[in-house]
């Protein structure tokens, strides 16, 4: 049974461009919940989504977008990318009483 | 804002030894989960706490909610070396969570 699947892996991008991150959830989990981790932070929650609804939305400005598909994968998108975009982006899959987290994507902006 | 503090930031104990750390909000949480984080890994779910003063217990791992729903402990009896990692409590407020600042626990074998 596959995990939580998060792509791509690794990404490189310039300030001011954008960015689409994937997340596909463990089957039959109808919640996805998006992270942000700074080094030697703890996660930042950005987004809730159940049942491709926006459920929950964290301190993040309206640069960060995200949506679930009828499948439940989801896309997390940023827009005009700032250096401190830098981070780790987290996904996590969750039915209700646990939650499991993909490997993450790791953003760098240069 | 919403805040979750963890205390100690960072632990080193001697393999063996016992093991805690706090997590407090200045809120009332719907529930409280833990978490562990390897250095380069993703957090792994341990638990999730519901109910106050609600205890959990996992082979020599035991979870603990206040009876305010406002604080939390994690405790590991008899440390060893996998216990190595970054701990994390993460709160819930409606349909926010909030992850706590971490403890980051070193064992010495």
């Known amino acids: 049974d596959a995990g939580v699947t998060q792509s791509p892996t690794h990404l490189i991008k310039t300030r001011g461009q954008h960015v689409t991150l994937r997340c596909s959830p463990i089957?039959?989990?109808?919640?996805v919940s998006w992270y942000q981790q700074v080094l030697g932070q703890g996660p930042q929650f950005i987004f809730q989504y159940y049942e491709k609804e926006e459920r929950g939305r964290g301190n993040f400005p309206d640069r960060f977008s995200a949506r679930q598909f009828p499948n439940y994968s989801s896309e997390l998108n940023v827009n005009a990318l700032l250096l401190g975009d830098s981070a780790l982006y987290l996904c996590a899959s969750s039915r209700p009483g646990e939650a499991f987290f993909g490997q993450g994507t790791r953003l760098t902006v240069v | 804002g919403q805040q979750v503090m963890q205390i100690p930031q960072y632990q080193h104990v001697q393999e063996g030894e016992d093991f805690t750390t706090y997590c407090n909000s200045s809120?009332?949480?719907?529930?409280i989960q833990w978490y562990k984080q390897r250095p380069g890994g993703h957090p792994v779910f341990l638990i999730q706490l519901v109910k106050s003063g609600e205890v959990k217990k996992q082979k020599r791992l035991t979870f603990q909610f206040g009876e305010a729903k406002k604080n939390s402990s994690l405790h590991i009896t008899a440390t060893q070396t996998t216990d190595v990692g970054t701990y994390f409590c993460?709160?819930?407020?409606?349909?926010?969570?909030?992850f706590g600042t971490g403890t980051s626990l070193t064992v010495i074998p």
């Open positions: 993460a709160g819930r407020y409606g349909n926010q969570f909030y």
């Open positions: 809120t009332t949480l719907s529930n």
């Open positions: 089957s039959g989990h109808k919640s």
